[in-house]
């Protein structure tokens, strides 16, 4: 059983175009993380949100947009996709919010903007 | 602002060769640490975590790693080192204390390539 999925796995878009990643937990965590990997595999949180409640907003440019329907789903929505965007995005969930959690990572989507 | 280094970009180890990763860390407040590996192709998984107590925390596949608090360092060893150890490994730190203004945020170091050659 998959513990924490991401969809799609790759995605390769043309720039302005507006694209999602679905991600779910089937865990029972309360709270979930979207992260950036970039091309030097740097990972940098992005949000984060606690029972469907937006907790961490790091400085993101406002096209990227959570949005999270229930506590076991975060989506990530991408409007007017640049090159800059491309990297791997990993989904992630933790038991209670709290430094003294392990956090379960999904398996990434790659976005690559053409 | 908090930030996590590792100090090893790329490891390159013949099989059975001794393993240590270098992580420093810049917060002076109470943290928990964290040892993540990405094998190629795969998600994140944690190999070990400190919280409190022992500084010397031992993870999985004989990983372990020593939390030295004057320092801000927890380096990850392995006396000998497996083919199948080849991955990214990421020191990561989680700052502040727990209750309703912790968010649970971890930052991550830049991450290490290590490749063991058979």
């Known amino acids: 059983d998959t513990a924490v999925s991401q969809t799609p796995k790759y995605l390769v878009t043309q720039m302005g175009n507006d694209k999602s990643i679905k991600c779910e937990q089937n865990l029972g965590h309360d709270t979930m993380y979207w992260y950036k990997q970039d091309s030097k595999k740097f990972l940098k949180i992005m949000f984060s949100y606690n029972n469907k409640e937006l907790i961490i907003n790091e400085t993101v440019p406002n096209r990227f947009s959570p949005k999270s329907p229930d506590k076991a789903h975060l989506n990530l929505h991408i409007n007017s996709l640049e090159l800059g965007d491309s990297a791997v995005y990993f989904c992630a969930s933790s038991q209670v919010r709290g430094i003294g959690n392990e956090q379960f990572f999904g398996p990434g989507t790659r976005l690559t903007v053409l | 602002a908090q930030s996590v280094s590792q100090h090893n970009h790329h490891v390159i180890l013949s099989e059975a060769a001794s393993l240590e990763l270098g992580c420093n860390y810049s917060?002076?407040?109470?943290?928990?640490l964290f040892w993540y590996v990405q094998y190629p192709g795969q998600h994140l998984q944690l190999l070990l975590k400190?919280?409190?107590?022992?500084?010397l925390v031992k993870g999985i596949k004989g990983f372990e790693a020593e939390f030295i608090k004057s320092k801000f360092s927890f380096n990850l060893r392995k006396p000998s080192v497996q083919w199948s150890d080849t991955a990214e490994y990421f020191c990561?730190?989680?700052?502040?204390?727990?209750?309703?203004?912790?968010?649970?945020?971890?930052?991550f170091g830049q991450g290490t390539t290590l490749q063991v050659k058979p």
């Open positions: 917060y002076g407040g109470t943290v928990n």
């Open positions: 400190y919280f409190s107590g022992d500084p």
């Open positions: 990561a730190v989680g700052t502040g204390l727990y209750g309703s203004s912790n968010t649970g945020k971890l930052i």
